[in-house]
């Protein structure tokens, strides 16, 4: 499928609901209005949406929300793209809270890969930023999903004054973990409009800075527009998803559908990670 600017579209992100079990503050946090469920498609109608996508060429799927794993049968859903023909992969973006519990039933519906946001290691901070004490469980879900095999990607968002001085410390994550970690640069969109973020191009001069060594990494890493980059000796890559100090709209290739049915070209920080 080509857009009106000759673009190739092959990938879509569907939200599976608006629901989430974290209050992150540059997101969603305490007292954001949720849609009515009434609204909010049924499990049939996003598979029949999968369908007609997949018939006009839509090859990937990403399933997000919201937090994707608050709605029951997420599982089954991913089962049920994965067998329509012309689909070649289904991928999930998720908190993590929930993951570990539900990867058996995951990985059986046939989970092709998982982006998993974490912006702290540290619990406090975590509380800080996400409004829950819940580190302990996305850390055991990391584990839990390199183990199991498939492809892991850290999603962080550095924030001015709250957990910016822990980029390293994420970064080291690829050191010993078969995992890419990538920087996404703070959206000014919705919450995060009030929040101070970092730029990815400081970012990376401050990596290079501490490991010299450090290289473009031109392989392949997913379907996103992150520019990864290796540092010698480490196992996983560090990405860096620019969407504010770096052009990617020229290249890119999906379409994003709401809980509640809207279709949107990409446009912001929701279509990247
Ligand atoms: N709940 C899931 C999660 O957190 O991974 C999936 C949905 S969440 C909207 C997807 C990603 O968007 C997360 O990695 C989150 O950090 C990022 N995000 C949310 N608001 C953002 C903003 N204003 N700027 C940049 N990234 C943002
Ligand atoms: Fe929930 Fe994800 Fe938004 Fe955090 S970023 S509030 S986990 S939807």
């Known amino acids: 499928m080509k857009d009106q600017y000759g673009r190739i579209i092959d990938y879509m992100r569907i939200s ?28 049939e109608e996003i598979e029949m949406v999968c369908q007609a996508a997949a018939k006009a060429g839509i090859r990937k799927f990403k399933i997000t929300g919201g937090e994707p794993l608050v709605r029951l049968g997420c599982p089954e859903l991913i089962g049920k793209i994965k067998k329509i023909p012309g689909v070649e992969q289904v991928t999930m973006t998720t908190n993590g809270v929930l993951l570990s519990k539900y990867l058996p039933e995951l990985l059986k519906n046939g989970l092709d890969a998982v982006n998993i946001s974490l912006d702290t290691l540290d619990r406090e901070r975590y509380q800080a930023i996400t409004g829950r004490d819940e580190l302990f469980r996305v850390l055991e879900s990391v584990d839990q999903a390199v183990d ?16 910016e001085d822990e980029f390293l410390a994420l970064a080291r994550l690829t050191l010993e973990k ?43 890493h997913g379907n996103g527009p992150a520019v990864y980059y290796h540092i010698p000796g480490f196992i996983g890559s560090v990405g860096f998803i620019s969407a504010i100090h770096g052009a990617f709209c020229s290249s890119c290739n999906r379409i994003r559908m709401t809980a509640t049915g809207d279709l949107k070209p990409c446009l912001c920080y929701r279509d990247t990670v």
């Open 16 to 43: 599976i609901t608006d629901r989430c079990n974290l209050r992150c503050r540059y997101c969603m946090p305490e007292g954001v209005e949720l849609v009515p469920m009434k609204n909010i498609l049924s499990y």
């Open 148 to 163: 199991a095999g498939i492809p892991v990607k850290i999603n962080s968002v550095l924030q001015k004054g709250m957990n």
């Open 178 to 220: 078969k995992l890419d970690v990538r920087f996404i640069e703070m959206m000014p969109i919705g919450k995060g409009r009030e929040c101070d973020g970092i730029s990815n191009d400081d970012l990376l001069r401050e990596i290079q800075k501490q490991y010299p060594g450090v290289c473009k990494d031109d392989r392949v």
